[in-house]
């Protein structure tokens, strides 16, 4: 049975750079089927989400959201069962910040493309799906053999492969200069300002343009983004959990996985349970 050519789909804001990385692919890769071209980040998610491709070219900095985004809310929604494409990210950094990709499962393309560069990103793909390819259909006769010993059995289906994703997030905000870390939120209420010591807060909450100060007894909003707020926290305390969520290491009491495999925290002195994206999910792997 004939397999059917890898399908590709390119994010990229710039109009001649998408055509001349669609040209180039169809030189080196002819049979790959190029199934959309995105000008922006918000269209990259829609149609990911849509047409389920095996490979994602994803400009870095684009409008709506960037290619670091458009990858991480797809890991989040991406559905079970069905693998998650692999990411080439399309860049203008340097060589010092290209290291961060040398050691991660995601490739890059440096603009403008080169077709020597394109040339071994095309080979690795390549690889990439042979051995998925491979796992697969391993993966399909063991499942097979054990429905035929066992008829009754729990379905268990692959989740998308977000270690090595989450490991070139962190790689590359890592990358980015230290912002001086904060020791008090100062949240408006009324007429004055309320001075919150961050030990005593529990979780961070986006809210559209605004983050939810959580303490154990009461709220209190903040003008800015978690994307502001998070190089300003301690990592070692403050743990981002969900895109949209950031949670005080220490108020955390458990983490949970209910019967689909999704896992959420409860905490030690309030009684929101908070959802866990399985992009973080490494975070609360057992010692």
Known sequence: MTSSPPRALIAEDEPILAAALAHALRRLWPELDI??????GVEALQ??????????????????????EAAEELAEQWPDGIAFPHIVFVTAYDEYALAAF?????????????????GKTV?????RLRDSAGTSGTAAATAAAAAAAAPVAATITAAPSD????RLLAQLQAMVPPAPRLQMIRAA???SVRMIA???????????KYINVVCQDSEALIRTSLKELLPQLDPQQFWQIHRGTIVNASAIATAVRDEAGKLSLTLRQHPAQLRV???????FRQM
């Open 123 to 127: 080979e690795r793909l390549q690889q």
């Open 198 to 208: 961050l030990a005593d807060v529990v979780y961070f909450e986006a809210l559209d």
């Open 47 to 68: 149609q990911g989400l849509a047409l389920q491709p095996d490979i994602l070219f994803l400009d870095i900095k684009m409008p709506g959201k960037t290619g670091l």
């Open 277 to 283: 994206s399985p992009l973080y999910a490494h975070l």
């Open 102 to 118: 040398e050691h991660a499962a995601a490739d890059y393309v440096l603009k403008p493309v080169n077709d020597a560069r394109l």
């Open 35 to 40: 199934v959309a071209t995105c000008a922006n």
């Open 189 to 191: 209420v009324g007429n």
């Open 163 to 166: 270690d090595n994703l989450a």
